[in-house]
């Protein structure tokens, strides 16, 4: 089983990325995914997720009106938009897989954890 994240890099305050997370040896479909972030020092935190049909999701307040989370099933990856970033948006990103049921937002019922992608927002 492999979830691996890309997409990170240093953006500027207000600028965009895009993070996917592509994922094999799983049956993706069946699937809840979500994404959550640690910054340096801090906990983990929930940021986003999407229900294992694709028609449910739940956005961090932190995060709801800039960042939108999507799947393709049949690339078997899940995506995080990120617009409107911002220096306290600095973590690394990594995707959860949790079998037929949505991501807990403590990310207690996650199954498979990704590596994680390094998101840096500064100017």
């Known amino acids: 089983v492999q979830l691996q994240a890309s997409g990170g890099g240093l953006v500027q305050p207000g600028g965009s990325l895009i993070l996917s997370c592509e994922t094999s040896g799983i049956a993706f479909s069946s699937y809840g995914m979500g994404w959550f972030r640690q910054a340096p020092g801090k906990e983990r935190e929930f940021v986003a997720r999407i229900s294992w049909r694709g028609g449910s999701t739940k956005h961090a307040d932190s995060v709801k009106g800039r960042f939108t989370i999507s799947r393709d099933n049949a690339k078997k990856t899940v995506y995080l938009q990120m617009n409107n970033l911002k220096p306290e948006d600095t973590a690394v990103y990594s995707c959860?897989?949790?079998?037929?049921?949505?991501?807990?937002?403590?990310?207690?019922?996650?199954?498979?954890w990704g590596k994680g992608t390094q998101v840096t927002v500064s100017s």
């Open positions: 959860a897989a949790a079998w037929v049921q949505s991501i807990s937002t403590s990310g207690d019922n996650v199954l498979y």
